[in-house]
């Protein structure tokens, strides 16, 4: 008998399990079937920190959250309306999180009474009354996996194994999902091992022929393709767009990519990536540590190419003092931290953005650093484009501060046209740039451009242009080593100008401020980006106006930024921390701007976030203004 088909505008659905059940793989299966059906999309990966949690218990629980929709959509969703929970620790730690009614699959093999107790359950939540709130479908995933591949010569254990295929059949059942692909990625994965494939493949066809069979479910599920923008997409990670990104750089300057990293969480995949890519030009050195991986890259763009290394915090940190001396040395070189939660190893797979203060200032001495900042997993190719961009026209090094959420998280990404991304062509220094008093040609290695300040790259071993390198402090135009005080002066004041100078050289802050109307603007930077969007959005659906901007440059600022702050009354800057942006916000343009903070390792939720924005448009507070006004005057 057919069975109801229900549209729905969007869904967001959790897969929780162990670490060793295959939730991140369900998901990423269901994100990629769901992208080739043309919903718009937003992924949450939420990996446990510990490599080998004991089974079963809450710290080794792995979930996957999707949203996806027939319009556009700005985050991974607050609450799921439907969750996979594999086992009582998967059901413990993400039920409270669950919509008011949504809808829970549990997998009853795993509710035994040992399994309860390890996570603390005094009796079984599936018969208690814990679920009366919730439409709960009780199935034994393992057993009808199991079952279902009794024909195949494969052990029980490799047969339990395939339960999250068997997952992914019903879920791509009820919510009218393509298995195409899937099926595919299994040929490719397994195709040396033809039994397993067989199995997977066998185990998500009874997934699906479940669903279709049983009178567990009695509706079925669509969400239509969403109207997106005409062009070719692709499903993409932050961390796949940043590295193709920085190929893209490489082959729109003409140089050779050189990535010297050491692997960290959450910035690893980076390396891996970039790694498969030798046949653009593209050479990558796993550092036995972050010095060494630094200062790998940097060896490289005093050689020429474009130097870049990953990391996260605590390997930022360690890298400061190359850091310091790329500075010095005014080399371009790409530094990119994928945030994560601290301090020390802190929440190593947990997102967190409290690394600006360190990105601005974590060096000794006057050491000034461009900072970029995508605001999407999609924006980090084009975030990775504008390091690059910047630190080759300016000489300088550039921080390029990613995080976790959008490292792992997916979105549909248009692929630009390769024709239209700038043209950031570098040319070196080949002959001598100035004379001496004598009137002989010479190569003065700090004669500046006059616009940009950047002094000349000079390759080495160019005969006639051999100069010093090195981090004591040179001498203005000619390079030599100088203590002269007014020399220091001079050269720590030019080097903060070039890099203020950029200021001129980046697009004005833009504001969306549909009505023109509001009096409260919503700042943020960084992943922020999706969760202040969604919920300015709900703000005005309510009507009420607010106005939001997204900082991607935070050093320097837009040029127009103090302009922007003064057209509104009171500032509100959402963070993933306790309050970077609104100190430095505070610090440079005197606005009584208010920081709203979490640190809990994860996205805001759109819905805290309009609560905060509503409480701000109904307060009474004093009008701030004229301080403003009198600051910025």
């Known amino acids: 008998m057919a069975k109801e088909r229900t549209l729905r505008s969007d869904v967001i659905i959790r897969f929780a399990g162990d670490s060793g059940d295959g939730m991140q793989l369900t998901g990423d299966r269901f994100t990629s079937a769901t992208a080739s059906f043309g919903n718009d999309l937003s992924t949450l990966p939420d990996f446990p920190a510990e490599i080998r949690a004991p089974a079963g218990t809450l710290p080794g629980v792995s979930a996957f959250q999707i949203h996806f929709a027939d319009h556009d959509i700005m985050t991974p969703g607050d609450a799921p309306d439907v969750l996979v929970a594999m086992n009582p620790a998967a059901l413990k730690a993400n039920l409270g999180d669950l919509s008011p009614g949504g809808t829970v699959i549990v997998n009853t093999d795993e509710f035994t009474k040992r399994s309860l107790q390890k996570v603390g359950y005094g009796s079984d939540p599936l018969s208690d009354g814990t679920l009366d709130s919730f439409s709960v479908h009780a ?86 393709p969403a109207a997106l923008p005409a062009g070719t997409y692709r499903n993409i990670t932050g961390n796949l767009a940043l590295s193709y990104g920085l190929v893209a750089a490489a082959q729109r300057t003409g140089l050779g990519l050189f990535l010297g990293s050491y692997p960290i969480t959450p910035a690893s995949d980076i390396l891996h990536e970039l790694s498969r890519h030798k046949r653009f030009g593209v050479t990558t050195f796993q550092a036995e540590d972050e010095i060494a991986g630094i200062g790998a890259a940097l060896g490289a763009s005093y050689g020429g190419s474009i130097g870049v290394t990953t990391t996260s915090g605590p390997g930022l940190a360690l890298k400061s003092e190359t850091l310091g001396l790329a500075v010095a040395l005014e080399l371009p070189l790409v530094v990119i931290d994928v945030q994560r939660g601290g301090p020390s190893t802190g929440l190593p797979t947990k997102t967190e953005q409290a690394d600006l203060l360190q990105a601005m200032f974590g060096r000794n001495g006057e050491a000034p650093v461009p900072i970029v900042a995508p605001q999407s997993p999609g924006d980090c190719f084009f975030a990775a484009l504008e390091a690059v961009r910047i630190a080759t026209k300016y000489r300088t090094p550039v921080l390029l501060l990613s995080d976790g959420y959008l490292a792992n998280g997916a979105e549909p990404w248009r692929i630009p046209d390769v024709a239209q991304l700038p043209d950031m062509t570098v040319s070196f220094a080949s002959e001598p740039n100035d004379t001496d008093a004598a009137g002989n040609p010479v190569f003065h290695p700090f004669l500046r451009d006059d616009e940009t300040l950047a002094r000349p790259w000079a390759i080495p071993g160019t005969a006639g242009l051999e100069h010093r390198i090195g981090g004591i402090e040179k001498a203005d135009v000619t390079g030599a080593i100088s203590y002269d005080p007014a020399n220091h002066d001079h050269m720590v004041r030019t080097r903060q100008a070039k890099i203020d100078g ?77 309050g970077q942006l609104a100190l430095l916000i505070r610090g440079k343009y005197l606005v009584d701007a208010k920081p709203y903070n979490q640190v809990r390792g994860l996205p805001f939720r759109s819905e805290e976030l309009v609560e905060a924005i509503m409480a701000e448009i109904q307060s009474e507070q004093p009008d701030m203004t004229s301080l403003a006004e009198r600051s910025l005057t």
């Open 502 to 578: 950029i200021a001129d050289d980046i697009p004005p802050l833009e504001v969306d401020d549909p009505t023109g109307e509001a009096d409260v603007l919503v700042l943020g930077w960084g992943s922020t980006y999706g969760p202040i969007a969604a919920a300015c959005r709900a703000v005005r659906e309510a009507g009420h106006p607010v106005a939001q901007a997204h900082l991607r440059h935070l050093n320097p600022f837009p040029a127009n930024t103090a302009e922007v702050l003064r057209r509104y009354r009171r500032v509100i800057i959402p963070e993933m921390n306790l």
């Open 139 to 224: 199935i034994p995933l393992t057993s009808l996996t199991v079952g279902a591949l009794e024909s195949f010569d494969i052990s029980k254990k490799e047969a339990e194994r395939a339960k999250n295929m068997f997952s992914l059949g019903l879920l791509s059942w009820l919510y009218n999902r393509p298995v195409d692909q899937t099926k595919a990625f299994l040929t490719e994965k397994f195709g040396k091992k033809p039994e397993i494939l067989a199995a997977n493949l066998a185990a998500l066809e009874a997934g699906w022929s479940f669903g279709e069979t049983t009178e567990a479910f009695e509706v079925q599920y669509e969400v239509r």
